[in-house]
């Protein structure tokens, strides 16, 4: 637990990218400190910017705005005291299990004989004793990701940082893999003073560690911070987890808004533009169906991601288009279905699509293309117009992003067509004669 040392301390940190004159914060104004003796995650939904502010912890970018101190002196490059783990493994192929260990004692200089005594005591403390020899290839991906936990660790770092360590492994091994670090954590068996975790997954956060650090998006900044009291090791089960899951589902969902704010503004105009959600409509479907099944006038957000199986980023996200649209209600944690989101549900395929496409009409972004698309020649453009508009707004990753999402929302309610050999966007003829 925090001794009272502080760590970290970050002071109206803000990372800007810039495209031509426009500028897009990752995140903005970020105010926080860590302790010494902490296990602090970074929790928030995807393009939250949870990884660069890992990113600026480390050193590996230097913040556009604000001061980032360590141990109250001012970081000014890569953070000697800090070593990262990353979801991908970042395993040299060509090495062994043991090479790759010793290779970050390598670059700071250990004498060969203290670099082989330290990895085989690391490799032993995480389990892969009898696998010094073995590469990277021939280790599952739980076993590939203890080895870049042994490295990260190699080098006795102050703080370990891990973004979105467990990811990229299936249910299993990162459950096992997460229980296995928390014990070695608690034990004292590995030389870090203090954890920071970058993850979007609810349950892992609130498994693990002491403090939540909760962000939001557009731009990425921090909502909430969350101090966990429950006892070691945490039951998923007991009454206390479940209403902490509750509480940060509830910050994260937030609470439905009237309309005009729900809605946000059209790109280029005063005011925040609210951008599409990243989802499936198959996926929006399927949730709908499922709040209509239910006996209850109201659902747990939480229940839903365990009834789902789905990812609790998904989840949310799926909530969120669900509300813009206008088919549920959020409220302190809850989701209901409106009577509009009840029609839906149980409306045929073809009724589905027609209020699918008078919802998305009202979206300031669809007024915008469509209007657009109107005054256009042949009322088509192409993509790369489009997108390079939407890029006004939005980094190039996230208007690509964007742009999918329009098409797909687009044909699904038949107001756009898309031809991908030309690239080209196209109004569909009642769509044009109702604009």
């Not at 803000?14 to 914060?25: I, L, M």
């Not at 690391?122 to 080895?147: C, H, I, T, W």
């Not at 939407?390 to 990753?397: S, V």
Request: net charge negative; glycine share 8%; charged share 25%.
């Amino acid at each position: 637990m925090n001794n009272g040392q502080v760590l970290v301390e970050l002071e109206h940190v803000s990372q800007v990218y810039a495209t031509g004159r426009k500028r897009f914060y990752a995140v903005q104004d970020i105010n926080l400190s860590i302790g010494e003796g902490e296990f602090v995650c970074l929790l928030g939904p995807s393009g939250c910017g949870k990884s660069t502010l890992l990113r600026l912890i480390t050193g590996l970018q230097r913040p556009t705005e604000g001061v980032i101190r360590y141990r109250g002196q001012e970081l000014r490059g890569v953070n000697p005291h800090a070593s990262i783990v990353f979801q991908t493994f970042a395993l040299f192929p060509w090495l062994s299990v043991q090479e790759n260990v010793e290779v970050a004692l390598k670059a700071r200089g250990i004498p060969p004989k203290i670099r082989t005594a330290r990895a085989l005591d690391l490799l032993d403390r995480v389990g892969l004793d009898g696998f010094e020899n073995a590469y990277p290839r021939e280790l599952s991906g739980g076993m590939r990701q203890k080895v870049g936990f042994a490295r990260a660790m190699a080098v006795e770092p102050e703080l370990l940082c891990l973004d979105e360590p467990f990811s990229a492994l299936d249910v299993l091994s990162s459950e096992a893999l997460r229980g296995e670090l928390l014990e070695l954590w608690l034990d004292g068996k590995i030389p870090t003073k203090t954890i920071l975790m970058v993850t979007h997954n609810i349950e892992e956060a609130a498994e693990m560690a002491d403090r939540l650090i909760i962000m939001g998006t557009s731009p990425g900044r921090v909502i909430a911070e969350v101090n966990v009291e429950l006892p070691q090791p945490r039951h998923r089960k007991s009454p206390q987890f479940l209403r902490l899951i509750d509480q940060i589902y509830a910050i994260l969902a937030g609470q439905t808004q009237p309309e005009p704010v729900e809605m946000g503004t059209a790109p280029g105009k005063p005011g925040v533009t609210r951008w599409l959600p990243q989802i499936q409509i198959s996926d929006l479907v399927g949730l709908l169906e499922h709040l209509a099944e239910s006996s209850q006038p109201t659902y747990d957000i939480y229940q839903l991601t365990e009834d789902f199986g789905a990812d609790s980023d998904l989840v949310l996200r799926l909530i969120d288009t669900a509300e813009l649209l206008g088919f549920v209600r959020v409220g302190q944690g809850d989701v209901m279905l409106t009577p509009l989101g009840e029609t839906f549900s149980e409306a045929s395929i073809l009724t589905r699509k027609e209020i699918f496409s008078t919802r998305i009409r009202r979206l300031p972004i669809f007024q915008w293309l469509m209007n657009m698309l109107h005054l256009a020649e042949n009322q088509s453009l192409k993509r790369d117009f489009v997108r390079a508009a939407i890029e006004l707004e939005l980094p190039p990753a996230e208007a690509e992003k964007q742009i999918n999402t329009i098409i797909e929302w687009g044909r699904y309610g038949e107001l756009i067509a898309y031809d991908d050999e030309t690239e080209t966007l196209m109004l569909e003829p009642l769509a044009g004669a109702a604009a």
